[in-house]
C-alpha cells in the first residue's frame, strides 16, 4: 500500500501571492503517478494537476506547478499569483501503475486573504 | 464535461435503518468508485467497480455494499446504517480500464448524517 502524508492542514497567503503546499508520499514501486485535487468550499473536487514518476520535468498548469523530488519522495504543490477562488481545501494522491486504487493525503485547507 | 451526479447532497438517516447512495455518471466511464471523506482522514476508498457487476473492496468495506447493474450507475448500500457511518461520501468514475492512473471525477457528495 501506498501512504500519502500532508503535514500542514491549514495554511494562508494572500492574494497576489505564493503559497507551497507540500506532500510526501511513500511508495515501493517504481512507477506511479501523483495528482494534486482541489475541493473548494461546497463544491465538487476537480483535478488540478498530474504528474507521472517517470518524467523528469516538473508539471505545470498555468498558475499551479509541482515540485517533483522523486528521490526525496516529494510533491508540493506552487500556487503563483494566489486568487481568492483559490481557497479550497487541497488533497494529494497517488496510484500505482496499473492499479486501480488511489491514496489520499490528509488535505490542506488553504485560505486566500483580500 | 465529465458530469458526476449524487442523488442527495443532504440525508438524514436513524440508526439501524438501510440507506442507498446512487451516482450516476454520463461519460461512459469503465471505473467507479465511492469515497468516504471524515476530516484529518482525508479519502478513503470504500469500493470500487471496474465494469458492470464487478466489485472490489477498498480499504474500509465494513459495513458497506455495493451495485452496479447498468455501467452508469454504482450505488453505495449501508445495509444497517450506524452513527459511526455519519460522514461525507464521495462518488468518482474514470475512464479507461486499461489506465488505472486516469484522472477520477468526482460528484458533489452526500453528506449522510446517522442519528
Known amino acids: 500500500a501506498q501512504t500519502v502524508t500532508q503535514s500542514q492542514p491549514e ?10 503546499l507540500s506532500c510526501t508520499y511513500d511508495t515501493s514501486e517504481s512507477d506511479y503517478y501523483l495528482f494534486w485535487y482541489k475541493q473548494p468550499p461546497s463544491r465538487q473536487m ?9 518524467k523528469q520535468q516538473n508539471a505545470t498548469e498555468n498558475r499551479f506547478s509541482v515540485n517533483f523530488q ?20 487541497y488533497f494529494c494522491a497517488s496510484t500505482q501503475y496499473n492499479f486501480n486504487k488511489f491514496y489520499f493525503g490528509s488535505g490542506t485547507k488553504l485560505n486566500v486573504k483580500p | 464535461d465529465v458530469k458526476v451526479t449524487q442523488s442527495s447532497r443532504y440525508l ?8 442507498f447512495l446512487e451516482c450516476v455518471q454520463d461519460m461512459d466511464h469503465e ?3 465511492w469515497y468516504r471523506q471524515d476530516p484529518g482522514l482525508g479519502l478513503r476508498l470504500i469500493y470500487f467497480s471496474y465494469d458492470v457487476k464487478m466489485k472490489e473492496k477498498g480499504d474500509i468495506p465494513e459495513g458497506y455494499s455495493v451495485s452496479r447493474e ?18 461525507m461520501y464521495l462518488c468518482a468514475s474514470s475512464l ?10 468526482f460528484g458533489p457528495g452526500t453528506r449522510l448524517t446517522v442519528l
Open chain 1, 46 to 54: 476537480i483535478l488540478v494537476i498530474r504528474q507521472e514518476a517517470y
Open chain 2, 12 to 19: 438524514v438517516k436513524r440508526t439501524g435503518e438501510k440507506v
Open chain 1, 70 to 89: 522523486k528521490a526525496a519522495k516529494s510533491f508540493s504543490l506552487k500556487i503563483s499569483d494566489s486568487q481568492l477562488g483559490d481557497a479550497a481545501m
Open chain 2, 70 to 87: 447498468k455501467k452508469e450507475r454504482f450505488s453505495l448500500i449501508l445495509e444497517s446504517a450506524s452513527t459511526n457511518q455519519t460522514s
Open chain 2, 31 to 33: 471505473n467507479m468508485f
Open chain 1, 11 to 20: 495554511m494562508s497567503v494572500q492574494e497576489a501571492e505564493t503559497v507551497t
Open chain 2, 96 to 105: 479507461d480500464p486499461r489506465e488505472y492512473t486516469d484522472t477520477q471525477y
